[in-house]
Nanobody, 120 residues
């Protein structure tokens, strides 16, 4: 199983930037489709961005044009570059990994989450 550890969260001002990192260990990183989710208090966890093993990307409409997901397979790390941050981006951000070989309905692996707070 792959283990995931997020880092890079913190406090940012509206319009500011943060870059989140998710370091993977314990498995072959290149076979995993990676994603960032976020969850604000009282809300459901939502998909923010994903990147496949083939480097295809998808973004939630709310972050499109502002966030960029990327991966460095040599470093076993996925990144989320966040720019033009808004208060509504405030949430706990979670890294997620799902193997190309996972069976239907598989949960995949989750990181512990990192808090992002956007406020003046």
């Amino acid at each position: 199983q792959v283990q995931l550890v997020e880092s890079g969260g913190g406090l940012a001002q509206p319009g500011g930037s943060l870059t989140l990192s998710c370091a993977a260990s314990g498995s072959i990183f290149s076979i995993y489709n990676m994603a960032w989710y976020r969850q604000a208090p009282g809300d459901q966890r939502e998909l923010v961005a994903r990147i496949t093993t083939g480097d295809s990307t998808n973004y939630a409409d709310s972050v499109k044009g502002r966030f960029t997901i990327s991966r460095d397979n040599a470093k076993n790390t996925v990144f989320l570059q966040m720019t033009s941050l808004k208060p509504e981006d405030t949430a706990v951000y979670y890294c997620h990994a799902l193997s190309d070989f996972a069976p239907p309905g598989a949960v995949g692996a989750w990181g512990q989450g990192t808090q992002v707070t956007v406020s003046s």
